[in-house]
């Protein structure tokens, strides 16, 4: 099986920034994609942003220019910089990967920003 790590979530002022990551364990081979999805109070979750193997990227246009995603393959973390924060990113993140044959969710990392 194959086990995320989140890690980096926390209380910023709007304006600020924060750097996520998520590590990857157990029995893997190669890794597909990882990504980052988002759950705020009330809503469904969504697609934050997702990185390839290769390096190619998708991003929410709510969160495009303002956060990137990279991937370190041989420490088989992504991360997530969050920059230029406000009160509607307010949620809860999620890390998820493509891990063949598992496609894994972390537990969740809360990330507050207050105005």
């Known amino acids: 099986q194959v086990q995320l790590m989140e890690s980096g979530g926390g209380l910023v002022q709007a304006g600020g920034s924060l750097r996520l990551s998520c590590a990857a364990s157990?029995?893997?081979?190669?890794?597909?994609?990882m990504g980052w999805y988002r759950q705020a109070p009330g809503k469904q979750r969504e697609l934050v942003a997702a990185?390839?193997?290769?390096?190619?990227?998708n991003y929410a246009e709510s969160v495009k220019g303002r956060f990137t995603i990279s991937i370190d393959i041989a420490k088989k973390t992504v991360y997530l910089q969050m920059n230029s924060l406000k009160p509607e990113d307010t949620a809860v993140y999620y890390c998820?990967?493509?891990?063949?044959?598992?496609?894994?969710w972390g537990q969740g990392t809360q990330v507050t920003v207050s105005s």
């Open positions: 157990g029995t893997i081979f190669s890794i597909n994609s």
């Open positions: 998820c990967a493509v891990i063949p044959p598992y496609g894994p």
């Open positions: 990185i390839t193997s290769g390096g190619s990227t």
